[in-house]
């Protein structure tokens, strides 16, 4: 369901204020009564609006908060040699840690919505056109002159990452005072998932306003501190770091003390992801570890995304942790084997079908 501009703009109005009439819509849009009058009909075919009043659809099942960006993508053909050029192959795709785990869910027919920051550039209206046409409801999100982030990342031959460098200073502009507009959204989501291309303050805010289950994303070492600075403040449902990163938030590899460290800071389950060696989830009343499932790796981009993914989905359909994490591991491999950021095959049916075959015991 594609929205226009115009749209888009009549329901940001709209999901603050319902009650507002198409004289009031027509002057802040600047428009006349008789176009917004044209705009709401379409909104009510499309089943965006719902009855009389300007009633919009109901809240997500998801709501994300987190960072959008284009991705560029450098592949080494050979070992790369350090200080000289190498020859390789590069591409370029749409992610930013939130806004993937959102299009994911929209792929597996999650209801998301994504808060970001775009730019108003041909990159940030690319990022919006792509996002929405895969289903995620951008109705939430903010846009800034400032230009729409980027990462750019050096892959090995076997697809695995060598360096990456992330331009996510849009980012900062989503601070508290912006994010509050959206304070009944958050409130009002059921899971609110949280990556840390936040700033922290933004962090804080969304976490310790939240009512349904946060899940956090580290995202990677260095905003991992992001996070590690704000455990504490409010309950986590979940966090999801990879080794490394649970390391940054704990100071220790070893997985018992770690946890014990997150659960004394209101974190009730800590998902550490840890590649080939799968996957440990430690809860209030159990710890388990999780076989990794084979996978053919094309590209590493997107996998752990994938996974949070994956997991949610279940999550959302009343699977208990372990059984979201099968899933997750199953998103993860699917989009490993994928060369794309986000697999644009993936769907309920390739993730049951590839899950069937192989069950973690």
Same mark, same amino acid.
């Given at each position: 369901?594609?929205?226009?501009?115009?749209?888009?703009q009549l329901?940001?109005?709209?999901?603050?204020?319902?009650?507002?009439?198409?004289? %009031?819509?027509?002057?802040?849009?600047?428009?006349?009564p008789?176009?917004?009058?044209?705009?709401?009909?379409?909104?009510?075919?499309?089943?965006?609006?719902?009855?009389?009043?300007?009633?919009?659809?109901?809240?997500?099942?998801?709501? &994300? @908060?987190?960072?959008?960006?284009?991705?560029?993508?450098?592949?080494?053909?050979?070992?790369?040699v350090?200080?000289?050029?190498?020859?390789?192959?590069?591409?370029?795709?749409?992610?930013?840690?939130?806004?993937? $785990?959102?299009?994911?869910?929209?792929?597996?027919?999650?209801?998301?919505?994504?808060?970001?920051?775009?730019?108003?550039?041909?990159?940030? %209206?690319?990022?919006?056109?792509?996002?929405q046409?895969?289903?995620?409801?951008?109705?939430?999100?903010f846009?800034?002159?400032?230009?729409?982030?980027?990462?750019?990342?050096v892959?090995?031959p076997?697809?695995?990452?060598? @360096?990456? $460098?992330?331009?996510? +200073? @849009?980012?900062?502009?989503?601070?508290?005072?912006?994010?509050?507009?959206?304070?009944?959204?958050?409130?009002?989501?059921?899971?609110?998932?949280l990556?840390?291309?936040?700033?922290?303050?933004?962090?804080?805010?969304?976490?310790?306003?939240?009512?349904?289950?946060? $899940?956090?994303?580290?995202?990677?070492?260095?905003? +991992?501190?992001? @996070?590690?600075?704000?455990?504490?403040?409010?309950?986590?449902?979940?966090?999801?770091?990879?080794?490394?990163?649970?390391?940054?938030?704990?100071?220790?590899?070893?997985?018992?003390?770690?946890?014990?460290?997150?659960?004394?800071?209101?974190?009730?389950?800590?998902?550490v992801?840890?590649?080939? /060696?799968?996957?440990? &989830?430690?809860?209030?009343?159990?710890?388990?570890?999780?076989?990794?499932?084979?996978?053919?790796?094309?590209?590493?981009?997107?996998?752990?995304?994938?996974? $949070?993914?994956?997991?949610?989905?279940?999550?959302?359909?009343?699977?208990?942790?372990?059984?979201?994490?099968?899933?997750?591991?199953?998103?993860?491999?699917?989009?490993? /084997?994928?060369?794309n950021? &986000?697999?644009?095959?993936?769907?309920?049916?390739s993730?049951?079908?590839?899950?069937?075959?192989h069950?973690?015991?």
């Amino acid at each position: 369901m594609a929205l226009t501009e115009r749209e888009q703009q009549l329901l940001s109005l709209l999901t603050d204020n319902p009650l507002l009439s198409p004289k %009031e819509l027509a002057d802040k849009l600047k428009t006349t009564p008789s176009a917004i009058a044209v705009h709401l009909s379409n909104l009510t075919k499309k089943g965006v609006i719902l009855g009389r009043g300007y009633i919009v659809r109901q809240e997500s099942s998801v709501l &994300v @908060i987190g960072g959008a960006n284009v991705d560029f993508k450098a592949r080494s053909l050979a070992q790369p040699v350090m200080g000289s050029s190498n020859p390789g192959q590069t591409t370029s795709a749409f992610g930013g840690v939130g806004r993937n $785990i959102a299009e994911n869910l929209a792929r597996l027919g999650v209801q998301v919505s994504l808060i970001t920051m775009l730019g108003r550039d041909p990159s940030g %209206e690319r990022l919006k056109m792509h996002t929405q046409s895969a289903g995620v409801d951008l109705r939430l999100s903010f846009y800034s002159d400032t230009p729409t982030g980027t990462y750019t990342a050096v892959l090995n031959p076997d697809g695995n990452l060598l @360096i990456a $460098i992330s331009d996510m +200073s @849009i980012m900062q502009e989503l601070s508290p005072d912006v994010l509050r507009q959206r304070e009944q959204h958050i409130k009002a989501a059921p899971y609110l998932v949280l990556d840390a291309n936040l700033r922290q303050d933004t962090l804080e805010y969304a976490l310790k306003t939240a009512r349904g289950k946060v $899940i956090l994303e580290p995202v990677s070492v260095s905003k +991992s501190l992001f @996070i590690k600075n704000v455990l504490g403040s409010a309950p986590v449902f979940a966090i999801t770091p990879n080794l490394d990163e649970l390391e940054a938030l704990t100071g220790t590899r070893d997985l018992k003390n770690a946890c014990r460290i997150l659960h004394s800071l209101q974190v009730e389950h800590v998902v550490v992801t840890l590649g080939e /060696e799968g996957v440990y &989830v430690s809860g209030p009343k159990n710890k388990i570890q999780l076989r990794s499932m084979p996978a053919h790796v094309q590209d590493v981009t997107g996998a752990g995304d994938a996974f $949070i993914s994956g997991m949610l989905y279940a999550l959302t359909h009343n699977e208990d942790l372990k059984t979201a994490c099968d899933y997750g591991q199953t998103a993860a491999v699917l989009t490993l /084997e994928s060369p794309n950021t &986000v697999n644009p095959e993936l769907s309920v049916s390739s993730l049951e079908s590839r899950r069937n075959d192989h069950v973690t015991p």
